[in-house]
Nanobody
Framework: QVQLVESGGGLVQAGGSLRLSCAASGRTFSSYAMGWFRQAPGKEREFVAAISWSGRTASYANSMKGRFTISIENAKNTVWLQMNSLKPEDTAVYYC????????????????WGQGTQVTVSS
């Protein structure tokens, strides 16, 4: 009953920026947490950032803090991930996820997932 659709991925040179979006539909998200995860080939899914639907609380993986910013645009039911100073190791499929209650960095605790959007960072 919840649909999450990511967009904004693509190819960018190292040091560049991308802004990913996640459009949510089908539910009221007032108590939800929204997260971004990524998965590179041959690696486990990795936490990137999470935010409450209200936008009052946000959390980041240590390696992303200072470069990535998660935000909410409630009027459009959209979660954003601004990615700056991109590095080749940021190359991955980026997934938007929703959790019914509370922020979490654990992928297994999220209830809904988008299809993913590919981010490729070249040297």
């Amino acid at each position: 009953q919840v649909q999450l659709v990511e967009s904004g991925g693509g190819l960018v040179q190292a040091g560049g920026s991308l802004r990913l979006s996640c459009a949510a539909s089908g539910r009221t998200f007032s108590s939800y947490a929204m997260g971004w995860f990524r998965q590179a080939p041959g690696k486990e899914r990795e936490f990137v950032a999470a935010i409450s639907w209200s936008g009052r609380t946000a959390s980041y993986a240590n390696s992303m803090k200072g470069r990535f910013t998660i935000s909410i645009e409630n009027a459009k039911n959209t979660v954003w991930l601004q990615m700056n100073s991109l590095k080749p190791e940021d190359t991955a499929v980026y997934y938007c996820a929703g959790r019914v209650r509370g922020l979490s960095s654990l992928s297994r605790e999220y209830d809904y997932w988008g299809q993913g959007t590919q981010v490729t960072v070249s040297s």
